[in-house]
């Protein structure tokens, strides 16, 4: 018998790359990522021999969107009070629990993040035009990236 949980997809990645090369526009591939990134799936399932798929009645689904607060819980029979499994239900509701805490802090983080970038575009751009109309051309140095 094994246990088994799995998370958000470990493709958001690729498809942040893939997206990021299809339209060379970094603020579109974010916004797609972040599309993926407001929904988390916890699945607990109970693999019998041979499974390599969870399948209704065999598992604990729980689906959060992040921005709208929606819930969905799914309760296979093999969970309920007095089956073999109900113990894991515990073991769940923690994990559902941390990956809610997880992705509210990425998600916090990569706010700041991109706080912090728009800032310092925002930041060069200003200090660009402050030095270009304080600074003859003679007066300014090379500039070496």
Known sequence: MTYATSSVSVTASVRFQSKLKETKNFGDALVEIFSDLVQLEIVTWVA????????????????????????????????????????????????????????ANNLKTLVDIGQKVTGMLKGESDQESEHSTSLSSSDRLPSFV
Do not use: C, M, W
Not at 64 to 85: C, H, K, R, T, V
């Open 48 to 103: 019998h021999e041979g499974d390599t798929t969870h399948k209704s009645g065999n598992r604990l689904k729980t689906t959060i969107n992040l921005i709208d607060g929606d819930i969905e819980n799914e309760l296979g029979a093999d969970f309920l009070q007095g089956s073999p499994y109900a113990e894991l239900r515990g073991f769940h509701e923690l994990q559902v629990e941390k990956g809610t805490e997880t992705i």
